[in-house]
T-cell receptor, first 111, second 116 residues
Framework: GDSVTQTEGLVTLTKGLPVMLNCTYQTTYSPFLFWYVQHLNEAPKLLLKSSTDNKRTEHQGFYATLHKSSSSFHLQKSSVQLSDSALYFCALKEGGRALIFGTGTTVSVSP | DPKIIQKPKYLVAVTGSEKILICEQYLGHNAMYWYRQSAKKPLEFMFSYSYQKLMDNQTASSRFQPQSSKKNHLDLQITALKPDDSATYFC???????????????FGSGTRLTVL
């Protein structure tokens, strides 16, 4: 069935370093991918969403590129900040169905 | 002002009891959803409704029953509560569009349910 895989459960890094969170998906439909971010004790909110194949989308310093050839939509940032500490979810929308979320990756940024 | 109102914010229940989680959205969206978040299964999709009709149901247990009295309301009734039902329940909404990529899911602040 359709699914989203996030391989890292926890990523710890120091402020100013780059980060990449992996997201791969499996679907029989044309894929639409999203990244949601959830800060502690808050609701998830949209960070960015995919565009056309091989086109990069950016928001708030984060960026991701949908690669249909490898079924991936990895999230990246060139220089993380303390405020980026949060839980990040990759999500897949296929057809008319609801968003399906991956298991999430916790990012912990230290000074 | 919050556009998706969930009540109550915190809820403690005893095993075997019944509770109703309230959700109202004021974003003018035509679709509403329930998601559950626990340590075991982060952000698990449960139900989706559009114009008060069930669109999708991924919850195996009939103990979970959504109720929609108005287009912008989607409550969740849970019967015969079990400790495993302890989780944060998020209500969400979106505007279903001809272009799925345009849809953004907006979440309420959640109801944290603890079953003793």
């Amino acid at each position: 069935g359709d699914s989203v895989t996030q391989t890292e459960g926890l990523v710890t890094l120091t402020k100013g370093l780059p980060v990449m969170l992996n997201c791969t998906y499996q679907t029989t439909y044309s894929p639409f991918l999203f990244w949601y971010v959830q800060h502690l004790n808050e609701a998830p909110k949209l960070l960015l969403k995919s565009s056309t194949d091989n086109k990069r989308t950016e928001h708030q310093g984060f960026y991701a590129t949908l690669h249909k050839s490898s079924s991936s939509f990895h999230l990246q940032k060139s220089s993380v900040q303390l405020s980026d500490s949060a839980l990040y979810f990759c999500a897949l929308k296929e057809g008319g169905r609801a968003l399906i979320f991956g298991t999430g990756t916790t990012v912990s940024v230290s000074p | 002002d919050p556009k998706i109102i969930q009540k109550p914010k915190y809820l403690v229940a005893v095993t075997g009891s019944e509770k109703i989680l309230i959700c109202e959205q004021y974003l003018g969206h035509n679709a509403m959803y329930w998601y559950r978040q626990s340590a075991k299964k982060p952000l698990e999709f449960m139900f989706s409704y559009s114009y008060q009709k069930l669109m999708d149901n991924q919850t195996a247990s009939s103990r979970f029953q959504p109720q929609s009295s108005k287009k912008n309301h989607l409550d969740l009734q849970i019967t015969a509560l079990k400790p495993d039902d302890s989780a944060t329940y998020f209500c969400a909404s979106s505007q279903i569009d001809w272009a799925p990529s345009a849809e953004t899911l907006y979440f309420g602040s959640g109801t944290r349910l603890t079953v003793l």
